[in-house]
């Protein structure tokens, strides 16, 4: 009987550290998967955190308004094109227009469709102001073109034919110019003292008897095959595919003071020059930006107003 009741007593024992020893075995398994747990949780928590920092929007732009800008085709829409997607990040959406002649630009400011246009320089502004009775105004400087007399049907100006004939542009201030740039290259003299406002009838001296054909400036271009010479404004030769520097038998250089009198500008009506989105637009222009655009692009056949 006192061997019964050891032998129950010892399987009591045996039975109860049995369950101790699983208990403890059953802990130390757990330990690690919760450690193991804790890891995947921290390395999966710093991907997430990059991740959203990755995904986080960008800043949202303001928008502040339409600039509408009436333009010749080179380089003048081109120039604003590079313009375009700064001044993008900056709020503002400019539509450009382009026009084929220099009096519908100006016509469409005067009456206020358009905010501004970019197509011509100062005296021909002023000439266009007096003549048409308009109220425009300059509000930026921008750049300049080399205005260039290119070849023709002959391509030696120092051995122009007699009764050559040469194309002008027929505008008050590009004629001059045109003709000024002639008599700079020996082909004809002009009356003293008549400038910026010559015309052919202003040719003192003209030995070689050449022929003055007054066009349209956009016209120009065309005759090239017909004429003996041609003088070209710089957008119109740039449309025509041809560079002052490189193509031009003769050019304003960069110091003349034609140069610096026929610098193209931006055009408002007057009374808009605060037009805040238009000054936005001469501020990016005359950035260090489409400064190196204007330079890369046109490599002299346009230049940055400084």
């Not at 400038?195 to 003192?204: R, V």
Request: proline letters at 4%; aromatic letters at 6%; charged letters at 25%.
């Amino acid at each position: 009987m006192k061997k019964r009741i050891l032998a129950v007593v010892l399987a009591t024992v045996l039975a109860a550290g049995t369950l101790t020893a699983c208990g403890s075995a059953g802990e130390t398994a757990t330990a690690p998967e919760a450690s193991a747990e804790t890891e995947s949780t921290e390395e999966t928590a710093a991907p997430a955190e990059e991740t959203a920092e990755a995904e986080e929007p960008a800043a949202e732009v303001t928008e502040k308004g339409t600039i509408t800008v009436a333009a010749t085709e080179v380089p003048h829409s081109e120039i604003l094109e590079a313009a375009k997607p700064i001044l993008a990040e900056q709020g503002w959406d400019l539509q450009v227009t382009v026009f084929n002649d220099y009096v519908q630009p100006n016509e469409v400011v005067e009456s206020g469709e358009f905010d501004a246009n970019y197509f011509q320089h100062t005296p021909y502004l002023d000439s266009f102001n007096e003549e048409k009775g308009t109220h425009l105004v300059s509000v930026g400087d921008i750049h300049y073109e080399p205005l260039g007399i290119y070849a023709g049907t002959e391509s030696d100006l120092a051995n122009i034919s007699d009764k050559a004939t040469i194309a002008v542009p027929n505008d008050t201030t590009n004629e001059a110019r045109a003709l000024l740039l002639l008599q700079d290259n020996g082909i004809i003299t002009l009356k003293e003292g008549v400038g910026m406002e010559a015309t052919k009838n202003d040719i003192a001296q003209n030995p070689h008897n050449v022929e003055i054909v007054e066009l349209e400036a956009a016209q120009v271009a065309r005759v090239i095959g017909e004429t003996s010479f041609v003088v070209l404004n710089g957008n119109y030769a740039l449309q025509a595919g041809l560079n002052a520097q490189t193509d031009a038998l003769a050019y304003e250089t960069s110091d003349s003071e034609a140069a610096k009198t026929y610098v193209n500008v931006i055009v408002v009506k007057e009374g808009n020059e605060g037009n805040e989105g238009v000054k936005a637009l001469v501020d990016v222009l005359k950035s260090d930006k489409i400064k190196d655009f204007i330079n890369e692009k046109y490599q002299g056949s346009v230049v940055p107003f400084e």
